[in-house]
């Protein structure tokens, strides 16, 4: 992954002593994008209230409204992220990684920071009782004492729901092995609004949407094509691209509640049957199986001479393979960074919500 003639030439300029940093800002990454969403969305104060106190285990427990308050909440700590910082003060996440992350752990406790809040944070399950064989009910009931929210990642699907039963704090659901990754999907819709704020209203045409993974498989993609299902309205066709070796591309009942929900659901196994046409192209390769990543798909790859469509973009939750080419790193098909990037904000504005701040942000009261 990493480019050696970019090292090369960093070192060549470092013994040069030339090395300036130039801060190259593309239009993805700077404020114009969350500031016409923020402009496009009313605000509805009770609308994130409805968040306060509640467990985020699911996708499906998201309206369109709530979605809509929430990513505009997020665009507005992006579009000023120095105007909010004590927003959290006094208040203590737990965050407990029972399961690998870069992502997903360091964009919550970076939101929680940057929000005035602080931090307990457990990155091996080796280190807790767990390792003694200590139940995650009984670790629950423990973390009632210790903090005002959990985020939790485990490989057990049944883990959030059995924390759950012990805690009287909200847990977010940080990924549950092949189940769910809600934050996850909420920060690839709020990167799809970025992009073209229209689908919000139900454009007339509709966008394309190219998911290339399996959605009984990998907890972004179910979570992602729950949300999706709320913009159903917007949404031209969702084409699920697929190697033909998995033999439930959809859990039961997965692919009928999503088309009665309004989207419209196509699978292929030939990428470049409708790559050229997609507006919106969503790669995926890993899923988390037991205690190890399952490798599906990997002979579809994205690279900068692949046939897009012209403004097309890329989206993926990272961490890449070689499915997706760093020669697209540069090109304005790249939103994954953006998308990484803005994790962090939808994460912040999520956090108030449960932890019933959003008192201190509103423009409205
Ligand atoms: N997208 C995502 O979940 O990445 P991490 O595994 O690094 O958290």
Redesign the pocket.
Same mark, same amino acid.
């Given at each position: 992954m990493v480019n050696k003639s970019n090292i090369q030439e960093a070192e060549l300029a470092l013994e040069a002593g030339a090395v300036e940093f130039e801060p190259e800002t593309p239009d993805v990454y700077g404020d114009a994008h969350p500031k016409d969403l923020l402009r496009k969305i009313p605000e509805e104060h009770d609308v994130l209230k409805e968040l306060s106190n509640k467990h985020i285990a699911t996708a499906a427990q998201f309206e369109k409204q709530t979605l809509l308050q929430l990513f505009r909440l997020s665009a507005k700590y992006e579009s000023n992220p120095d105007r909010f910082s004590t927003p959290l003060k006094g208040k203590i996440m737990i965050s407990a990684?029972y399961?690998? !992350? =870069? &992502? =997903? &752990?360091? !964009?919550f406790e970076s939101a929680w920071h940057r929000l005035g809040g602080d931090i307990m944070s457990i990155t091996d399950r080796s280190t807790t009782g767990i390792a003694k064989g200590e139940s995650l009910y009984d670790i629950g009931e423990m973390f009632n004492n210790y903090g005002d929210c959990v985020v939790l &990642?485990d490989n057990d699907e049944n883990s959030v729901v059995e924390m759950m039963e012990s805690l009287r704090i909200p847990i977010i659901n %940080?990924?549950n092995g092949t189940d769910e990754?809600p934050t996850?999907a909420l920060?690839d819709v709020y990167t799809i609004l970025k992009w073209r704020p229209e689908i919000m209203m139900g454009d007339s045409q509709g966008i394309k949407i190219c998911i290339v993974g399996v959605p009984s498989k990998m907890r =972004?993609i179910r979570s992602l094509l729950t949300l999706l299902s709320r913009f159903a309205d917007a949404i031209a066709e969702v084409v699920i691209i697929h190697d033909g070796q998995t033999e439930e591309l959809f859990s039961p009942g997965q692919k009928e509640k999503l088309e009665e929900d309004g989207l419209k659901i196509h699978t292929k196994t030939m990428l470049s049957d409708c790559l050229h046409e997609m507006d919106v192209i969503y790669i995926n390769t890993?899923s988390?199986v037991d205690d190890d990543i399952e490798t599906i798909g990997e002979g579809f790859k994205l690279n900068a001479s692949s046939p897009l469509k012209k403004g097309a973009i890329i989206l993926h939750?990272?961490?890449r393979g070689d499915e997706l080419d760093t020669s697209l790193d540069e090109t304005p098909h790249n939103w994954y960074f953006a998308q %990484?990037r803005g %994790?962090v904000f939808i994460r912040m504005a999520l956090l108030t919500c449960i932890t019933r701040r959003t008192d201190r942000v509103m423009d409205v009261l």
């Amino acid at each position: 992954m990493v480019n050696k003639s970019n090292i090369q030439e960093a070192e060549l300029a470092l013994e040069a002593g030339a090395v300036e940093f130039e801060p190259e800002t593309p239009d993805v990454y700077g404020d114009a994008h969350p500031k016409d969403l923020l402009r496009k969305i009313p605000e509805e104060h009770d609308v994130l209230k409805e968040l306060s106190n509640k467990h985020i285990a699911t996708a499906a427990q998201f309206e369109k409204q709530t979605l809509l308050q929430l990513f505009r909440l997020s665009a507005k700590y992006e579009s000023n992220p120095d105007r909010f910082s004590t927003p959290l003060k006094g208040k203590i996440m737990i965050s407990a990684f029972y399961e690998p !992350s =870069t &992502r =997903t &752990r360091l !964009s919550f406790e970076s939101a929680w920071h940057r929000l005035g809040g602080d931090i307990m944070s457990i990155t091996d399950r080796s280190t807790t009782g767990i390792a003694k064989g200590e139940s995650l009910y009984d670790i629950g009931e423990m973390f009632n004492n210790y903090g005002d929210c959990v985020v939790l &990642r485990d490989n057990d699907e049944n883990s959030v729901v059995e924390m759950m039963e012990s805690l009287r704090i909200p847990i977010i659901n %940080a990924g549950n092995g092949t189940d769910e990754h809600p934050t996850q999907a909420l920060a690839d819709v709020y990167t799809i609004l970025k992009w073209r704020p229209e689908i919000m209203m139900g454009d007339s045409q509709g966008i394309k949407i190219c998911i290339v993974g399996v959605p009984s498989k990998m907890r =972004t993609i179910r979570s992602l094509l729950t949300l999706l299902s709320r913009f159903a309205d917007a949404i031209a066709e969702v084409v699920i691209i697929h190697d033909g070796q998995t033999e439930e591309l959809f859990s039961p009942g997965q692919k009928e509640k999503l088309e009665e929900d309004g989207l419209k659901i196509h699978t292929k196994t030939m990428l470049s049957d409708c790559l050229h046409e997609m507006d919106v192209i969503y790669i995926n390769t890993i899923s988390w199986v037991d205690d190890d990543i399952e490798t599906i798909g990997e002979g579809f790859k994205l690279n900068a001479s692949s046939p897009l469509k012209k403004g097309a973009i890329i989206l993926h939750p990272l961490a890449r393979g070689d499915e997706l080419d760093t020669s697209l790193d540069e090109t304005p098909h790249n939103w994954y960074f953006a998308q %990484a990037r803005g %994790a962090v904000f939808i994460r912040m504005a999520l956090l108030t919500c449960i932890t019933r701040r959003t008192d201190r942000v509103m423009d409205v009261l």
